[in-house]
C-alpha cells in the first residue's frame, strides 16, 4: 500500500518564496495571495520579472492579523 503525501514539505533554507509558496503557507487560495500583494498588505520584491514575497514577509502579515483581531475584539 502507498503512503499518501498530505503536504508538500516547506524548505525552511529559503529567503524569497513563489507568490503560490507564500499562499500555501498562509492556507491561502494563490488569487487572494496576489490580491493581498496588489494591496499592499503582503509584501513582495520583484526579481527580474519575477514576483517574490520575502519569508519574513508572512511573519509581519500574521502579525498585524493577529493585532488587528486584538484592537477589534
Known sequence: MEAIQLATPVDTT???LTVEEAARRLSIGRTLCYSLIRTGELES????????????????????LRQTHRTAA
Open 45 to 64: 520584491v520583484p526579481v527580474g520579472r519575477l514576483r517574490r514575497v520575502p519569508v519574513a514577509a508572512l511573519d509581519d502579515y500574521a502579525a498585524r
Open 14 to 16: 529559503l529567503v524569497l
